[in-house]
């Protein structure tokens, strides 16, 4: 690829566009181009404000939410230990999560692409005149293409140059994608060409306008009970047409999962590819490449692997869609295969008590260890799908019996605890301290942000959460109907200390029960924790109410020394003179 | 009063509606830092900047009705550093009398109060400080988390774009195309917050 010139005005689209993948040859350039680095930084912002921004967020604050940084540094750990979720995919949809910047994109020399025909084309492969990346991931890249021959969109992948070397995995990848390709079936992405001569194999396939269940989910969360089944069946489908000629999947994650935009249909893609991958990353860096989370246990041990694998796979998925995360989490890939070979997954249901139990049973069956254990085919759980989809529809589903842990338990009795201790706090300070009771409705959300909210002595201390209060909207608060998941608005409390569902470590001790901020109430326990602190929360109102009665707190004379008052006062006065009547305020 | 959703008037004027949860929530992550420091940076003691910082909110509560955007008064930033200059004297008077100190301890006290007129103390920096840390908050969840990453760790943090780069499995490239995409959407996003106070 021709490296850009120095062009300012192509840096400033990089800044702006969400997508750098429209501007690889500027991406190219920028490697190497010390000029461009440095302008690229000042074109984003002048010095001073990257000091500013610096100096800003590099001193925590004791009004800043702690868990963010906590977070953060989650986040590093997570990444430097192998744990990106969409390590991977490759995603031959159009991606929410394409926006970002070009990973590992400009690895890939696109020199084996010929001169586009177009002058908005990247170039052209063949009869396909490549258009844009679309996706990137440890396999290779995946570009959206034309077919100029047939007018239709395809999805052109190629395999990574660090796996073209290896002669191995060409073979594989060549032989593959032909099984594949043979692989003819309505849930399965057709494979429509395969080339294996060129310097960098590639295989084309038909474009899907969508996106992958796993996108669909980061996005919008767990599905219920009746999209599931039907993804599901979807799922099994396709996994059944490939076993039948004996196509191992071996990677079937939410990442493979395609939903097709327009009309309900699923398509399972990079079928048989793992294996490709597989030989060549172990070797090329004695890591197993990707996320792991959906790997079965044979899998992990490194033992061989038939369609039962996929089925295990199938499991995770439909645990993913029910859940919003995997079965099997940890920090760090080893620690994630560790956990699939040695525990046991928390079921289903317990995660969340709407799937049906004979949903949560089969998930259960197709994440036994023992892969004899398993249902028997893929086609026999299209099978149990479709039934438990007709019943589901036409009856009443069946459900297990709650089992909830001991740690949504103590989870539900520190918030009922704390926010008991708050209010005992406002109740027990003079209010001259104490102006406003963080206990304003709104901000009853124990688990929340900030500084702890009472010591151990009961006594509220630390930033108070202000809210306005004027007795009339007190009085509106206390007339509203008000309930404990009623959550703020999110946009300037950042919901960081709620991590969404899919990042939450399933082990956290005291992680808000889901009853909490979602709706769904069904335990009488819970209701009667809901009325005792809604209880509280109208007796902290109360207080509210009387405090603004008093007389303002500043206008109470202070028995200072009398000269350093006279001082003040007189420093005030004269403040106020110069302030002018329309913006003193009155004390 | 009602305010068109559409016309978005300057964060004063929206104060007024006292039901406007928003724009106090606003109001107060932004500026609640913004004079817990400045109250630290004169010395005050932890709890009493802590009780300063709700004076002044206080104070707001009850004048901003009085407020009245004008373009030859002062900015709502200068009022609101007048009031928190106002309360941190009858702070610092006020605590005198419970610790009994003696005259000249006062006066010296009273004399190392910078004079509100002449500088804002600090007052400012602290504010875009703090607008910055908001829009972090903005922006942070709308990025993947190696972008943000890759900004924290070279801008932040001062560490070198290659050991970053290496860290994140990213090209030098990449990375500074993380860090100044963050930047730039920082700065929009304070732009617009500014826009709008």
């Not at chain 1, 999110?490 to 889901?514: G, H, K, M």
């Not at chain 2, 300057?10 to 949860?21: A, E, G, P």
């Amino acid at each position: 690829m021709k490296p850009a010139q120095c062009n300012d005005r192509r840096l400033l689209q990089i800044l702006d566009d969400t997508s750098a993948d429209r501007h690889l040859d500027t991406v190219a350039h920028l490697e190497d181009c010390e000029r461009c680095q440095s302008r690229l930084v000042e074109l984003a912002a002048d010095g001073d404000s990257w000091t500013v921004a610096r100096d800003a967020l590099r001193d925590s604050d004791v009004y800043q939410n702690r868990s963010d940084d906590q977070n953060l540094e989650d986040v590093v750990t997570r990444s430097l230990s192998g744990y990106p979720d969409n390590g991977s995919v490759i995603i031959a949809v159009d991606s929410e999560l394409a926006e970002d910047i070009p990973v590992q994109a400009d690895r890939v020399s696109l020199d084996f692409l010929s001169p586009a025909s177009h002058p908005e084309m990247l170039g052209r492969v063949g009869q396909y005149d490549v258009e844009r990346l679309i996706g990137t991931g440890g396999m290779g890249i995946v570009f959206k293409a034309f077919d100029s021959e047939l007018h239709r969109p395809v999805a052109v992948k190629v395999l990574a140059p660090h796996l073209a070397h290896s002669g191995g995995a060409r073979q594989r990848f060549a032989r593959e994608a032909q099984s594949a390709a043979a692989v003819v079936h309505e849930n399965v992405v057709p494979i429509h060409y395969v080339d294996t001569k060129g310097d960098l194999p590639f295989l084309v396939m038909q474009y899907v306008a969508g996106e992958s269940l796993q996108a669909r989910i980061d996005r919008e969360g767990p599905l219920g009970a009746d999209e599931i089944l039907q993804i599901g069946i979807q799922i099994a489908r396709g996994l059944s047409a490939a076993h039948d000629q004996g196509l191992v999947h071996r990677d079937v994650k939410p990442g493979n999962i395609l939903l097709e935009s327009a009309i309900n249909r699923v398509l399972i893609t990079d079928f048989g590819l793992a294996r490709a991958a597989d030989d060549a990353s172990v070797t090329r860096s004695g890591i197993i490449a990707g996320t792991p989370h959906y790997m079965s246990p044979e899998q992990a041990k490194g033992l061989p692997v038939d369609t039962r694998s996929d089925l295990f796979g199938l499991g995770g998925v439909l645990y993913f869609m029910a859940t919003g995360r995997p079965p099997f989490r940890a920090d760090g890939a080893i620690a994630v295969l560790n956990k699939i070979c040695s525990t046991e997954h928390r079921p289903v249901d317990e995660v969340n008590e709407q799937i049906p139990a004979d949903l949560a049973e089969l998930t259960d069956d197709l994440l036994a260890k023992d892969p004899a254990e398993r249902p028997a085919s893929a086609e026999a759980i299209a099978d149990a799908l479709s039934g438990q989809l007709k019943s589901f529809r036409s009856g009443r589903p069946r459900f297990r019996k709650r089992r909830k842990s001991m740690k949504w338990r103590l989870g539900i009795l520190a918030c009922a605890t704390l926010v008991l201790a708050s209010a005992v706090g406002v109740w027990l300070l003079p209010p001259s301290i104490f102006p406003f009771a963080n206990g304003s409705p709104r901000n009853v959300q124990p688990m929340t942000a900030g500084p702890p909210a009472a010591h151990s002595d009961g006594i509220a201390a630390g930033p108070i959460q202000f809210a306005p209060l004027t007795n009339a909207n007190v009085r509106a608060n206390a007339a509203s109907n008000f309930t404990p998941a009623k959550r703020p608005e999110p946009t300037v409390a950042p919901p960081i200390e709620a991590p969404s569902w899919n990042q939450t470590p399933a082990d956290l001790p005291f992680a808000p029960p889901p009853e909490f901020v979602s709706d769904v109430v069904s335990d009488p326990m819970d209701w009667e924790i809901r009325r005792q602190i809604k209880h509280l929360e109208v007796e902290i109102i109360n207080f509210e109410e009387k405090w603004m009665l008093l007389p303002p707190v500043s206008t109470i004379p202070p028995e200072t020394d009398p000269l350093s008052s006279d001082i003040d006062e007189l420093k005030m006065q004269i403040e106020i003179l110069e302030q002018g009547p329309s913006q003193t305020p009155v004390y | 009063m009602t305010i068109a959703p559409k016309t978005r008037n300057s964060l004063i004027l929206r104060l007024r509606n006292r039901d406007d949860v928003q724009s106090w929530r606003e109001f107060v992550t932004i500026y609640q830092p913004v004079i817990y420091r400045v109250a630290k940076a004169r010395g005050l003691q932890d709890a009493d900047a802590h009780e300063l910082v709700q004076r002044v909110l206080v104070a707001v509560a009850r004048a901003v009705d009085r407020f009245q955007p004008d373009k030859n008064r002062a900015k709502f930033r200068t009022w609101l550093y007048r009031i928190t200059h106002n309360e941190f004297c009858k702070e610092i008077t006020s605590s005198q009398r419970h610790r009994g100190t003696g005259d000249s301890g006062v006066r010296a006290i009273l004399e190392s109060i910078p004079d509100a007129s002449d500088s804002d103390d600090g007052f400012s920096t602290e504010y875009r400080r703090s607008v910055f840390r908001w829009a972090a908050d903005q922006v942070r969840p709308n990025v993947k988390p190696s972008t943000w990453i890759a900004f924290w760790r070279t801008s932040v943090e001062g560490e070198s774009t290659d050991s970053v780069a290496k860290d994140l499995g990213l090209t030098n490239g990449a990375v500074y195309i993380a860090r100044s995409r963050v930047m730039a959407r920082l700065q929009r996003a304070v732009a617009k917050f500014e826009e709008q106070s």
